[in-house]
Every structure is written in C-alpha cells, then in structure tokens.
C-alpha cells in the first residue's frame, strides 16, 4: 500500500461470518476497533438478504465513526472462504451456505459500490490479525492454530499465508492424531486432532473418561459437560480436569512437531476460546512437542498465545485482510 | 535472470554430495548435461583439502565441454545444507562434515574466482530440479518426496521453495508414521516415516515379516535383503515382496494425506531408488491418501513420479538451484 492511499483511507472493515452471528467494525492501522456492530447470520436462508443486512449495518457504524469515504477496503473472514477466488464453498453451518459455492466477495463488493472485498477462512483471517496487530508481529513464519468448536489453522511463511493450488490449505485440524480406532470427526474421517482438541474434542474426552474410570471428579455432577467447565473444574484443582487438560496439550504438542518438521516455523500461535486454559496446556504442549521435535528444533519453537482482546480479535484478523489489497 | 546473462553465461554446473561421492556436472537451460564427473567425498577429513579436489575436477569438465567464462553460477546439494548460511551443518555421514557448520559456499566460492554459489540439501534441490526440468515443471505447489536411503522432501509453495524460519524446512520424513511402538529410526526418534518408507526401511520390513511369519518367500534364501531385492522379487510374483510394498504404499499415501493437509499441492512427486517399484506402489499410495483426505481434495491430488533420467538427476537438481542466484 503506498502513503497516499493510507492517508486518504486510513480505515478499513473486518467481518468475522459464524455460524450464528456475524461480528463487523471499522478499524485503524493500529488495530484500534473504532466502532462495531453484530448481526445474525442464521436468520436468511438466501444470500442476497444477508448481504443487505451487513451492508445496512455496516452504513451505520461508518457513519458513526465518521469514516465515509476513508475505507480502504473490507476483509471477510468466512467458513471455507476461498481466497482466490472470494467464494464460500459448501459452508455446512451457515443457513445460506450449504451445498454450493457462493461468491460472497463480488457480492459483497457490488453492495459496497465497488470497495475492495478479500475473503479467506477464519484460521487464516486470525494468522494475518495476529501478525498486523498481535503476538506475531514481526514474525514471518509462523503457523496458528485455532482451538474454537473445531481446530483450526493458518500457515504463514515468508509473510505470506499459504493457500496452496486450490486456495484451502492449512486444514491441519484434520491430520491424523490417532491412526487406529480414532474417534469420528465431524469431517467425516476418524482419529483428526480436531476430534481430541478442540472444544467439543475436550468435552469427549471429558464424556469418556467419566464413563471408563471410577475417579471423583466435580465434572460428574454435570449433565452437559462443555470445555469451559473442564477448565473451571481445573481451576479449582479438580484432578481429573487437570488431566484431561493434560492430555489435550500433549496431543497437540504431538501433533505440532510434525507441522514443524514441515514448515519449520519460528512459533506456533494459540488463539481461541480453549487457548484461555493455556496455564494447563503449555507445559504439556512444550514437553511433548519437544520430545517428537528432530535435535535440531528441539527447545528452538516457541508457542505463544494470541495477544488480541478476545472481543476484538476476529474483526481485527478480517480487517487485517484488507491492508494487503 | 535477464536476458544477457543467460546469453553471456548460458551454463550452470550442478554438484550433488552424497557421503561416499560426490557428483558434478555441467548443465545447459534445457537440461542437458554437457559434461559430468565423479569425485569421492569420502577421501579427506578436511573439507579444505575436498573442495581443492572439486575444484580440480570442475576446472577439467569446465574446459571439456568449452564453459570457461560461461558458467552463470553453481548449485549444490548437500546432506544438512542450509540455503540461508550457505553452510553444511553436522552432517554425520560426511567425513568432513560431523559436528560442526561449514560454510561450504564461501569456501566453493572463493576457490572459484568468486563464482556464485547455492547450496542447499538434496530434497530440495530435487524438487527444484523436478520443477525446472522434471515432472513439476509448471507446477506452483507440490511436495518432493525423495525415497533413498532416508526419505526428504522439498516443498514448493508459489514456486518457491520453503526453508522455513531457520533453513531446515521440509523434514518430513521425520514426521510420525506410527505413535506407539513404533520402530527406531536413525534420528534418535522412534516412528517415523523414514523409518518405514526408505530403503531401509522397506528392508527392516522384509526382516521382521520374515520372522513373524512362514510365509514362503523367495527372500527367506538371502542373507541380507535391499529394497531392491523386494522389489525384484515382487516382479516375480513373491506375495510377500508384493505384501512388502503395498505396505510400503499405504504408510506414503496415509502420510501424505497429512502432507496435503499442509500445503494443498497440486502434486506429491516421487523420486529416488524405492520409487523405480513405482508399479507396486502407486495404487496403494492413491488409495491410502484419498482414504485418509478431506472430501473437498478426494481424487484431485495427483501422486507422480521424477521424470529426469536417474543418472543426471542429482546434478541436474542441484545445478537448477543456480538459475536463481
């Protein structure tokens, strides 16, 4: 981006689509969120009149912050978005999206009269957020895992984030954890990491171990036990909590040594609602990821966790999209 | 590179260190090798004394194929070569090269009137090479998988090939093939891939089968059994060397999986002594990695194999690293 553009458009527009609700704000080159707003995402069936909605909300909070005319450009970050091509493809959990491919970022764009419009998954919306405004700035090689509902993660190397041939790589999630008698992932294959560490992962492992083991456990009196409570419950030095937790970090530790031996990263960022818990899962993480790490990279990779406000940081990871159109 | 320079200089000279020789050869931009020669690596223990003999020998195929004053740089391949520092870092099974850093193309360099140099490991360098004259050529993302005594590999992502924060990018062969119980391999980690899929490993196999079963098996006669002897026994319809490497096929193509998981390349392409058996390996290969992917990449990553003749390829590989400088 050259001086005078920045000058003359100093703001740009991040939109983090989720299944349920879709959060968007104006943002400044400091990664301060100016103003935002949240709309539903679940409440159209057909696409055009979600993209009406967004842009109604959108017209309010450029004019509450005074930033008519000064957006450079607006990044999306979308389940199964395709960079390359600005499409969402075949988004299972979104009402408008399932079973096709739908070109969200002309569509977008046209409602917009013409701005720029990138779009590309959350994992790596979260990798460009994380090196423009949080615990990879500077970094040019890093890889970032997602640990929300599923496991998610955006590669970068060289500064850049890697697409591959088709626009979808980084789909580490679902590398095989467990090759034999791996649990069923919701991607339709068994054993994936995310069917071991993600949130949903956590509370499996929870279900499971209460049923094979006998230990006392403050998670017994649950009905639902989601991962939020396993990490409470360890707060509270619930032993068996401490363990799931335990486990959970080892298998991603696991899990992390070969993404190194492929990319051989500088760091691994962790962001997410179960990254919260990293008091209990870094020094699993560490020890088993060190112990499948060749001689060389042992004790070389950090693992750090995101530094973006929680409430702010899937904005500022679409936002941050926008700078490099 | 400009047009001129390849007027000027329109040659390369590639060299390729293996631990007991060393390759070299003169290289045009077609890919053809003008002249070449064999030196042994393993003569000296001082890699001053090596290099004087490289040189010695690169000045006699210099002037064999009339190159002087034509050669627009040189590549090299070498085991642990780091494209960044230039350096060979505790190569083991060199005789020069143990335990310590070599800034091996400074040394090339110097010796040669400051002629440019690049280095980097052997994987690599063939998957550049694959890429300038093989089987990748057009190709922007794929992954080298070398099948030798040890498994490499070189990715290329946006027709770059990854080094990685530190250089040692692409380890994954090293990479974790089996968790649990899982053979030694010659890295000090138990499991990996390499372990399984080299030469060696692909005897180790052929060993241990052999003990644990009776099943009859041409094998059973040989004291000490290569990949190649499985693999020439398979051509005579032993079930066991069929076994072996349909064994062999499914470990690739479930690591594979993983791999695309990664980078979403266009290819995975094969090369290397194992891959010759490429009639008994692919079908397994296919069938474990589009068991093991995502549906969005089933039947749409292609598995290849080389195309450069094996006897050129080592330097044809390292020579294409010299077209970049």
Same mark, same amino acid.
């Given at each position: 981006m050259n001086v005078t553009d920045v000058i003359d458009r100093p703001y740009v527009i991040g939109i983090d689509i989720g299944g349920q609700t879709t959060k968007m704000g104006i943002v400044d080159m400091r990664g301060q969120v100016l103003s935002q707003t949240v709309i539903r995402t679940d409440s159209h069936t057909d696409v055009n009149d979600y993209v009406d909605d967004v842009a109604e909300a959108l017209d309010k909070i450029i004019k509450e912050s005074g930033s008519?005319? @000064? #957006?450079? %450009?607006?990044?999306?970050?979308?389940?199964?978005?395709?960079?390359?091509?600005?499409t969402i493809e075949?988004?299972?959990?979104?009402?408008?999206?399932?079973?096709?491919?739908?070109?969200? +970022?002309?569509?977008?764009?046209? @409602?917009?009269?013409?701005?720029?419009?990138?779009?590309?998954?959350? +994992?790596?919306?979260? +990798?460009? %957020?994380?090196?423009?405004?949080?615990?990879?700035?500077?970094?040019?090689?890093?890889?970032?895992?997602?640990?929300?509902?599923?496991?998610?993660?955006?590669?970068?190397?060289?500064?850049?984030?890697?697409?591959?041939?088709?626009?979808?790589?980084?789909?580490?999630?679902?590398?095989?954890?467990?090759?034999?008698?791996?649990?069923?992932?919701?991607?339709?294959?068994? %054993?994936?990491?995310?069917?071991?560490?993600?949130? #949903?992962?956590?509370s499996r492992t929870a279900r499971e171990w209460l049923t094979l083991t006998d230990e006392p456990s403050v998670l017994r009196s649950l009905d639902v036990i989601s991962s939020k409570d396993v990490y409470e419950a360890a707060k509270e030095g619930d032993k068996l909590a401490l363990k799931i937790l335990e486990f959970t970090g080892k298998m991603l530790g696991q899990a992390f040594a070969d993404f190194v031996a492929f990319s051989a990263p500088e760091a691994?960022?962790?962001? %997410?609602?179960?990254?919260r818990a990293k008091e209990y899962l870094y020094q699993?993480?560490?020890?088993?990821?060190?112990?499948?790490?060749?001689?060389?990279?042992?004790?070389?990779?950090?693992?750090?966790?995101?530094q973006l406000k929680e409430s702010d940081a899937a904005i500022l990871g679409a936002s941050a999209l926008a700078w490099e159109l």
């Open positions: 008519e005319g @000064k #957006i450079r %450009g607006v990044g999306v970050g979308a389940p199964n978005g395709n960079y390359y091509t600005g075949n988004a299972a959990n979104i009402t408008w999206g399932g079973n096709k491919s739908i070109p969200f +970022a002309e569509l977008l764009s046209a @409602k917009l009269g013409g701005l720029k419009v990138a779009l590309t998954n959350d +994992a790596n919306a979260a +990798a460009v %957020g994380e090196m423009t405004y949080g615990a990879a700035r500077g970094m040019k090689n890093f890889i970032m895992i997602t640990l929300g509902t599923g496991v998610g993660s955006g590669i970068v190397i060289n500064g850049e984030v890697v697409y591959g041939h088709d626009g979808f790589a980084g789909e580490l999630g679902h590398t095989c954890a467990v090759r034999h008698n791996g649990r069923q992932c919701s991607c339709g294959k068994t %054993g994936c990491l995310e069917a071991y560490c993600s949130a #949903i992962g956590v691994i960022v962790l962001f %997410g609602g179960l990254a699993p993480i560490m020890d088993a990821m060190n112990d499948n790490l060749l001689s060389l990279w042992r004790n070389k990779i950090k693992v750090v966790f995101s």
